[in-house]
Each structure stands twice: as structure tokens, then as C-alpha cells.
């Protein structure tokens, strides 16, 4: 796959888009405050370079699904707090994601500061993957990098729809790092081989679980999107989240013996992500 890293562009006094994943828990109640953040910190490399090199950089990412309109529970402002404590350099935020007022505070933006916008999908266009919406996005860069791993998949417009708008791309860190790593792995992966994959939803992931299965020995499923496999098997789910209009896909990949399991309850441990607070970004 050929790619630019931001090793490869100049980025000095640069306008720099960075699409970054900050889908991070918070609490549940107000005031809502940041319980896991991982995801924060593996953009912080990228960030640390960026700025150093003397970007102006603008930070976006998503929050949570708040459904196309402002909704305080998803709004960035905890991210920026959080930032804000950890950054050495100058921070600030920005109560939209386009408009004048907007591009006001990029325009003011000077070498080695960062604007953090808030959270993109309080906008449907963003979801929509819709070109006006995106290019709103993209008058606000001359450089557009792309760190969200975790959301790559996704054909939205601050990651999609965008880089038809701005000439100069390039991947963030995190992303080239998990792009060499999955290349390695799924071009000629050893075996066995064991694929953990989580998430809320087999409509978001479904091309990656079957192609997974073409190549891994078993697939592990954890999450919310594990009860939808639970109700194809038959078994009672009370409450919990389903994709009703997925159980019968839910079914034919389960029939695909002999690679996909499932991970129940405490089935697949991960790392808490908790950190003593002294990394600086």
C-alpha cells in the first residue's frame, strides 16, 4: 500500500486537518469526565510531532452517536479539558466544526497551537458523508492527516469525503503503524491465528469479519454486536442491544464453520488503558 506518512510532508506554519479518534468513555452523569483514554494517548505522537514541525494544527473527531444535533453528553469539551492539562503548547476550542466563526479561529491560529473543534457529528452531513459538508471541512486545511484507526472504516466526510477536497494527505503514527502491522498479518499471518474483534454493531464491521474468516483459524466477537449473534444461536437476550435486521446474517456467518466463536461474558480481557497521569502531550 502506498501511503505518505507526516514524515513525508512539510508541515511548517501549515494549516494541518488531523482526524483523530476521540470516541473515548466518559461518566454518565454530568459533569462528564474522560474514564479511559487510551485513545488520546495514541494520537499524542502524532500531535507531539506535528506541533513540534510548527504546525497549526486542527484537531476533529467524533463523539458517541448523537444523531445529527447538539446534545451536551457528547459534546468534545471533556477532550479539551483533558488536553489541556497534558499539552505543553496552546489549546483551544471551538463550539462547531465549520463556519466563519470557525475559520475566524483557524485563521488566528499561530505556529505550534492547536484548535480542537467540537464534535463532528453534531452535524447529519457528517455521517452522510456529504461533499458540501466535507468541503466545508476541508477550507479550513492546507494539509489533512488522517490518525483515526478506529474509525477508518467508515466512509464519512471527515474521512472520506474530505480528501477530495485537499491535494496534500498523509497518514498520522498511529494509523501507519496499525496499517504495517495488519499488512504483515493478514497478507501472511502465522498460525494459529486468532482475530478479536468488538464493537456495537455487525453492520459497521461485517466486510471485516468476513474477510477475517477467510484467514483467521477462529474469530473471536465481543461487545454489543455479541448479542446478535446470541439471539441467532437462539438464546435469550432480555434487554441487551440486537441488530434485529442482522440475525440472519448473524446466522450464515455463525454456519461458516469452523473459524467463528464467540467471546461471552469476560471472554475477552483487554487492558484498562489506566496510565499515573505524567505522560505529556
Do not use: W
Not at 53 to 66: D, F, K, T
Not at 76 to 91: G, N, V, Y
Not at 128 to 149: G, I, T
Not at 177 to 204: C, D, Q, R
Request: aromatic content about 8%.
Amino acid at each position: 500500500m502506498n501511503y505518505k506518512t507526516i514524515d513525508d510532508i512539510d508541515v511548517t506554519n501549515k494549516r494541518v486537518f488531523l482526524r483523530a479518534d476521540f470516541n473515548v468513555p466518559l461518566t454518565k452523569e454530568a459533569p462528564y469526565t474522560i474514564t479511559d483514554d487510551t485513545r488520546i494517548r495514541a494520537a499524542a505522537p502524532t500531535i507531539r510531532a506535528l506541533l513540534k514541525r510548527g504546525a497549526r494544527l486542527i484537531v476533529a473527531s467524533h463523539l458517541g452517536r448523537p444523531k445529527g444535533k447538539f446534545e451536551e453528553k457528547y459534546s468534545l469539551k471533556p477532550i479539551f479539558q483533558h488536553l489541556k492539562e497534558k499539552m505543553t503548547t496552546p489549546i483551544f476550542f471551538t463550539k462547531d466544526c465549520i463556519g466563519p466563526e470557525v475559520e475566524a479561529q483557524v485563521s488566528a491560529l499561530k505556529s505550534g497551537e492547536t484548535l480542537l473543534l467540537e464534535n463532528l457529528r453534531f452535524h447529519p452531513e457528517e455521517e452522510k458523508n456529504d461533499p458540501a459538508f466535507a468541503q466545508a471541512l476541508a477550507k479550513l486545511a492546507d494539509v489533512y492527516v488522517d490518525d483515526a484507526f478506529g474509525a477508518a472504516h467508515r466512509a464519512h466526510a471527515s474521512i472520506e469525503g474530505i480528501t477530495h477536497f485537499v491535494s496534500v494527505k498523509a497518514a498520522g503514527y498511529l494509523m501507519d503503524k496499525e496499517l504495517k502491522y495488519l499488512g504483515g498479518v493478514l497478507t501472511n499471518p502465522a498460525h494459529p491465528f486468532i482475530a478479536i474483534i468488538g464493537g456495537a454493531k455487525i453492520s459497521g464491521k461485517i466486510d471485516v469479519i468476513q474477510n477475517l474468516l477467510q484467514k483467521a483459524d477462529k474469530v473471536l466477537v465481543g461487545g454489543g454486536m455479541t448479542y446478535t449473534f446470541l439471539k441467532a444461536q437462539g438464546k435469550e437476550i432480555g434487554k441487551s442491544l440486537v441488530e434485529d435486521d442482522k440475525v440472519e446474517l448473524a446466522k450464515s456467518l455463525l454456519n461458516n464453520p469452523p473459524r467463528l466463536s464467540k467471546a461471552g461474558d469476560g471472554g475477552v480481557v483487554g487492558s484498562s488503558g489506566r496510565y499515573d497521569g505524567s505522560e505529556r502531550i
